[in-house]
Nanobody, 126 residues
């Protein structure tokens, strides 16, 4: 059974940084697409933030390009998200997600992933 567990969330002032981590068990990170999503309070949809493919290729949402960096350690089966220059609009619950095959071309959509972590809260104050 695949399990994902996020850590590293917290509260920070605008302009600050946070690093999220996701530990995967029952899963081989090198053979699947992994990504980060976020959901704002009261929001219906989870917004795709970033993803990394089996070949290491990365995709970012326009809203986080140049500020966030996604990375995967295949040996440790972990996925990280370095978030710099944080803004209040980055506030939300952040979820790690995985699929057991390559990323699907196009936008980062929640429907492309079949395994989710429980989430970790990120709060950015102005």
């Amino acid at each position: 059974q695949v399990r994902l567990m996020e850590s590293g969330g917290g509260s920070v002032q605008a302009g600050g940084s946070l690093r999220l981590s996701c530990a995967a068990s029952g899963y081989t990170a090198s053979t699947g697409c992994m990504g980060w999503f976020r959901q704002v309070p009261g929001g219906k949809e989870r917004e795709g933030v970033a993803r990394v493919n089996t070949d290491g290729g990365t995709t970012y949402a326009d809203s986080v390009k140049g500020r966030f960096t996604i990375s995967k350690d295949n040996a440790k089966n972990t996925l990280d998200l370095q978030m710099d220059s944080l803004k209040p609009e980055d506030t939300g619950m952040y979820y790690c997600a995985a699929r057991t095959s390559r990323c699907i071309w196009g936008n980062i959509l929640s429907s492309h992933f079949n395994t989710w972590g429980q989430g970790t809260q990120v709060t950015v104050s102005s």
